[in-house]
């Protein structure tokens, strides 16, 4: 049985648009200003573009390499590299998986949001409002508690709208999408930071953001915080660049196309950075407050600190629904990417067609996340979850990708070979160097420190009992599944279907 | 704002937006072929 042809980009923009997309979400926003602050402010700059250019775009470049080349899904595509090594795509669609179920749920806060600043329900009180009046937290970490309404349903319009978009398939749905919305987007954020840097006070932001310390370039932490931040914002790690190059046409230009990807996030992190700290210091100078003390991160700084923000500052409403609706495109385009991986890689390894997939396997991560997340307890389930699964998951996984290919299998000339065949910027030896010796390093040391503190001190003094099952157990779990589904056989019209694209490639 | 803010803020746009601008031009430099599609994504022949 001759297995359908695989679906293509329309166009290089739209392929790029979609991969900007994905690499530009929540964490752009609400993370990399607060990192670099905390983290030496313009001096950041330094160790953040090192990251960059040393690990960064080297990983993404192997990325684009690896989907291309294979034209397939990550399971089949590291089954390509070599039989053994399969677990490592399905580990990547497995943390697809449980990042998903919980991406989605923020993004329905975000959606809610949206209503809310309308009419700045928030209130006096935004802290009391999140995790009291909208999101009922329990007060035992490990309960379920009953369902949350005002959670539930925007939850279940977000899944909606992702799977139809996903059942359009990889051109009139995501390609489509992202086409719409990345400008949007770009557009609210540029509306948002010019009217930041208009406010008063705007300069005392700033000068917080950009004013360098270069005495804590002698700080470590600093840069495993740089290679962090680089690291979680690329959307690099978890199987998404892969499925994504797959769609890509065989001479597609890869080292161009990862670095105006990789830039482009960059780009909208720093301006990210300068509307959110040109906001706080327009707080600094209104209420008194020191800088100090509003920066924070994560939730805090997007659903308490900004909404505190908007009901201070001149029609505030405007831009508060700007702001959340920036949220929610940036999520979105994000969402799509990471379910995309866990459909694609079921459509390759069962041949089921793109509305069968998203049906069932999309369906059922859907019902995963609307049973467990949109309850009183589930906010001390999604934190668990991102935590173990973004330590012990994306980066794990990536580490061990890399020795596989680099150290074991010793495949990175090949990859350099392909990348180097069709595209405008050549690959030296520091692309190989990079990835066997300086990321490999380096995410051992992130990977090293993360578990001292692990055994230092239980997160957020959760329960160890709830972190050995929402945390651990999610983590462990993803990689165990991984190892089942790469020891069932496959179909042998499946694994001919792989060797004879890779004789096809060869031959052209 | 201070003079050492200043620069960095100026250094930051220039590196990273600049190094997006060079990396936008450097890839419109070397076009893609194109292969025909069909309506539903797939390419003509394949």
Not at chain 1, 102 to 117: E, K, M, P, Q, S
Not at chain 1, 129 to 152: K, S
Not at chain 1, 444 to 449: A, K, P, T, V
Request: proline share 4%.
């Amino acid at each position: 049985m001759a297995t359908k042809p695989r679906e293509q980009w329309g166009t290089r923009l739209g392929f790029l648009l979609a991969a900007i997309g994905s690499a530009i979400g929540l964490g752009n926003i609400w993370r990399f200003p607060a990192e670099a602050y905390r983290n030496g402010g313009g001096a950041f700059l330094l160790p953040y573009l090192i990251a960059l250019i040393t690990a960064g775009l080297p990983l993404l470049i192997l990325e684009y390499t690896i989907g291309r080349r294979f034209r397939k899904s990550p399971p089949a595509a590291f089954r390509k590299l070599a039989r053994k090594a399969e677990f490592l795509g399905w580990w990547q669609v497995l943390i697809c998986f449980v990042i998903a179920t919980y991406y989605a749920v923020i993004l329905a806060w975000a959606v809610r949001y949206v209503g809310f600043a309308f009419t700045e329900k928030w209130g006096d009180e935004p802290d009391a409002f999140l995790f009291g009046d909208f999101l009922q937290v329990g007060d035992t970490p490990g309960e379920f508690g009953g369902f949350v309404g005002g959670v539930f349903w925007p939850l279940l319009a977000v899944w909606v709208v992702t799977l139809g978009i996903l059942a359009l398939g990889v051109r009139r749905g995501i390609e489509w999408a992202n086409k719409i919305f990345i400008p949007t987007l770009v557009v609210f954020f540029l509306i948002l930071v010019v009217r930041a840097l208009t406010l008063e006070g705007a300069n005392i932001g700033l000068d917080a953001f950009f004013t360098p310390d270069w005495g804590a370039l002698r700080d470590g932490n600093v840069w495993v915080a740089a290679y962090g931040q680089i690291f979680f914002s690329l959307s690099i790690g978890f199987g998404i660049m892969i499925t994504y190059a797959s769609y890509l046409r065989r001479r597609s230009d890869l080292t161009g196309s990862a670095f105006v990807a990789g830039l482009s996030n960059s780009s909208f992190e720093l301006l990210a950075g300068i509307g959110v700290f040109a906001t706080l210091g327009f707080m600094t100078a209104s209420s008194g407050v020191p800088l100090d003390e509003l920066v924070s991160s994560g939730l805090g700084l997007a659903f308490v600190a900004f909404p505190t923000i908007i009901s201070t500052m001149p029609a505030g409403a405007f831009f508060g629904v700007l702001f959340f609706l920036s949220l929610v495109i940036a999520g979105l385009s994000s969402l799509i990417s990471i379910v995309q991986v866990i459909i694609s890689a079921v459509m390759d390894r069962t041949g089921m067609s793109r509305v069968q997939a998203v049906v069932i396997v999309g369906g059922l991560t859907a019902l995963t996340s609307l049973l467990l997340f949109p309850r009183s307890g589930g906010l001390y389930f999604l934190d668990a979850s991102d935590r173990f699964i973004n330590r012990y998951g994306i980066a794990l996984a990536s580490l061990i990708v890399l020795i596989v290919i680099g150290w074991i299998l010793r495949k990175l000339g090949e990859q350099q070979a392909e990348a180097d065949a069709t595209s405008a910027i050549m690959l030296g030896r520091w692309w190989k160097f990079c990835l066997a010796v300086i990321t490999p390093v380096v995410l051992g040391i992130m990977l090293f420190d993360a578990l001292r503190q692990e055994l230092e001190s239980n997160y957020e003094d959760y329960s160890t009992g709830f972190l050995l099952a929402a945390g651990w157990g999610v983590a462990a779990g993803a990689l165990v599944v991984a190892v089942l589904l790469s020891l069932i056989p496959w179909r042998r019209n499946m694994d001919e279907d792989l060797t004879a694209l890779h004789l096809d490639k060869g031959s052209k | 704002m201070s003079a050492s803010a200043v620069t960095m803020m100026v250094i930051s746009i220039v590196l990273i937006w600049g190094g997006l601008a060079a990396a936008i031009w450097k890839l419109r430099g070397h076009p893609e072929e194109v292969e025909p599609l069909e309506d539903t994504g797939r390419p003509v022949g394949d």
